[in-house]
């Protein structure tokens, strides 16, 4: 169980993406519904939309945006990742070109761990670098040793910020874990990290274009060294099969974009597999996206019009499909958690693979059509299209 200033809760757990302070098209109060303890928000977004200090003056993230379980705040380290064309990583930190009107900022440690205290995250991330892939072993060197200096850094002004007045009573600070596909490295970055007093630790850079294959090298490398007494996070992972194998190896914290981005761009997750409600055999399918769901969309309303919806560009076809997509990721996670309280976990996965269909789509990840869309992304900047 993980305790924090705002609930404890038992892991593994699915933290929604809430960047900007809102899990895109759905409301608190349905996210409360649907039972999860926890979400995400992201430091570098928040800094420049509505600004951290307005968030400490409003009382701190919580009290903002009306959200009474816990929250974890990205470092800004994916941006490093994610907006190459508009920022210079340097060894004080990363300059960034604000997407919103061109203005630069500086991030260092010390400014980030600054802006998470003031936005008032029960969980914070040390500032990292999150290296693309593919890299060079030598980029990925420089990257891991930069990311362990940031960590000493972030560490230590946390510890000062500690006994200055701040929105949390009680935050945690985690480190992550670098070394882009190289075992060697990752495994250095696991032995520093955990020879720090994080209370929990990241594996970073696993979400950023692998190959499936080398996600779960590095999932093998990592989980196997890493303590296990203090929670395993695997940053911006993933599929319910991603999940399912991160689970197995003994990771705790997850967090993805994909059951809301996909939601808005007309995909579901089924029992039976994720399916694109775009194809024309949905037109006529009265039933509703999932036999098995028991979540308000599915209870009251068809494939058919929810398709409908989606092709007429309303709005209330994104809600309805970010409700479904959550809320099989809430019973995901419940059911694993049953699993490996009753110790059956094994038995539970082979059922839903079973299921769910092992040469799913899913396993490759979403195909280029989910994301060909002008909205802003869930974690980087207002791109002109999203790719897979």
Not at 180 to 191: M, N
Not at 201 to 226: F, H, N, R
Not at 232 to 249: C, F, H, K, N, Q
Request: charged share 20%; hydrophobic share 35%; with cysteine.
């Amino acid at each position: 169980m993980l305790n924090t200033s705002h609930g404890a809760f038992f892991t593994p757990v699915f933290m929604p993406v809430g960047t900007k302070g809102t899990v895109k098209a759905i409301s608190q109060e349905e996210l409360e519904l649907l039972g999860f303890p926890i979400i995400l928000g992201n430091t570098y977004h928040l800094y420049l939309r509505p600004g951290h200090e307005l968030i400490a003056r409003a009382g701190g993230l919580h009290r903002f945006i009306s959200w009474t379980g816990a929250i974890l705040t990205d470092s800004g380290g994916y941006q490093v990742f994610s907006l190459q064309h508009i920022r210079w990583v340097g060894s004080d930190g990363v300059l960034f070109k604000s997407y919103l009107d061109g203005s630069e900022h500086l991030f260092t440690p010390e400014r980030v761990m600054e802006i998470q205290m003031a936005i008032g995250a029960d969980i914070m991330m040390a500032f990292d670098e999150c290296p693309p892939y593919p890299c060079s072993y030598e980029y990925a060197k420089e990257s891991m040793h930069r990311t362990h200096m940031w960590a000493e850094r972030s560490l230590c002004a946390y510890q000062k910020l500690l006994e200055l007045p701040h929105p949390n009573p009680n935050p945690m600070l985690f480190g992550i874990v670098q070394g882009s596909v190289y075992k060697d490295l990752r495994l250095e970055s696991c032995g520093f990290i955990s020879s720090m007093p994080f209370p929990g630790i990241a594996v970073g850079g696993v979400s950023v274009g692998e190959p499936k294959e080398k996600v779960l090298e590095v999932l093998d490398w990592t989980l196997s060294v890493l303590p296990d007494d203090r929670p395993r996070y695997i940053m911006g992972v993933g599929t319910p099969l991603d999940i399912l194998e991160a689970v197995e190896r003994g990771a705790d914290m997850f967090d993805c974009v994909l059951p809301t981005r996909l939601g808005r761009n007309g995909s579901a997750y089924t029992t039976y597999g994720r399916i694109n409600l775009k194809n024309a055999r949905f037109s006529e399918d009265w039933g509703p996206i999932d036999p098995e769901c028991s979540c308000a969309a599915c209870r009251r309303y068809s494939a058919a019009y929810i398709r409908h919806l989606y092709r007429s560009n309303e709005i209330l076809s994104a809600r309805l499909l970010t409700l479904h997509n959550l809320h099989f990721y809430a019973n995901l996670m419940t059911q694993i958690r049953e699993a490996i309280m009753q110790d059956r976990f094994p038995e539970f996965k082979e059922a839903f693979l079973e299921k769910y269909g092992r040469t799913n789509g899913d396993e490759v990840g979403p195909s280029r059509e989910d994301f060909q869309t002008n909205e802003t992304d869930d974690l980087g900047a207002s791109e002109p299209a999203e790719s897979a």
